[in-house]
């Protein structure tokens, strides 16, 4: 079974800076890979995906990620943080043959300081 | 509709209650999913239809959750004899197709308090 690790619960960054969120995943062989954010309030809304090809992946808003097998990671990053993006971040993980049955990490809290 | 609507968004309820959480989901989307968000936690897969019939309901955690999808559009999620563990916001998603490089696009939520 795939699992999913955030290891930071809460980062505060100041508006402009950069932004890098973590995610490590444990599966046997490459996974569908997700990044969601959730305002409160609001549903899940998908940022960027990463199913095979180039590991570079850009999403939404201004964020890309980045595949690397070797680290079991899929991080999350924006080069310059708008206030809009204090949210909750969560990353998810699922296998390709069942991919209906994502497995989400415990979501990492942004909050942006002015 | 243009996205995926859940009613009603919060529920409170007493336990041993009944509770039904509907979801209406993104029109034309034949896979459906419910997920269950605790406090502080990631959403945790229930159940998935495909259609009419539930294709996979091994996140479903007791006897007492049960879902329908009759016509294949809009879903019902029904809790029986609510306990306080059962509190929690529950997801609703739907995508185009069930299985293949999917994108769930997820409703708002249900909020269910059980006091």
């Known amino acids: 079974a795939q699992s999913v690790t955030q290891p930071d619960i809460h980062i505060t960054v100041s508006e402009g800076a950069s932004l890098e969120l973590r995610c490590n995943y444990s599966y046997g062989a490459t996974p569908y890979l997700f990044w969601y954010v959730q305002s409160p309030g609001q549903g899940l809304q998908l940022l960027l995906k990463y199913f095979s090809g180039d590991t570079l992946v850009q999403g939404i808003k201004g964020f890309e990620a980045e595949f690397k097998r070797s680290q079991s990671s899929f991080n999350l990053r924006k080069p310059s943080v708008h206030w809009s993006d204090a949210a909750e971040y969560f990353c998810?993980?699922?296998?390709?043959?069942?991919?209906?049955?994502?497995?989400f990490g415990a979501g990492t809290t942004v909050t942006v300081r002015a | 509709g243009a996205g995926v609507s859940q009613t009603p968004s919060n529920k409170v309820t007493e336990k041993g209650k009944y509770v039904e959480l509907r979801c209406d989901p993104i029109?034309?989307?034949?896979?459906l999913y419910w997920y269950r968000q605790s406090l502080g936690q990631g959403p945790e897969f229930l159940i998935y239809?495909?259609?009419?019939?539930?294709?996979?309901d091994s996140g479903l955690p007791n006897d007492r959750f049960f879902a329908v999808r009759p016509e294949g559009s809009v879903s019902t999620l029904k809790i029986q004899r609510t306990e306080r563990g059962d509190s929690a916001v529950y997801l609703c998603?739907?995508?185009?197709?069930?299985?293949?490089?999917?994108?769930?696009?997820f409703g708002a939520g249900s909020r269910l308090t059980v006091l």
């Open positions: 239809f495909q259609g009419t019939g539930a294709a996979d």
């Open positions: 029109s034309g989307h034949t896979a």
């Open positions: 998603a739907s995508s185009r197709q069930g299985r293949g490089a999917n994108v769930l696009t």
């Open positions: 998810a993980v699922g296998a390709p043959s069942r991919d209906y049955k994502l497995s």
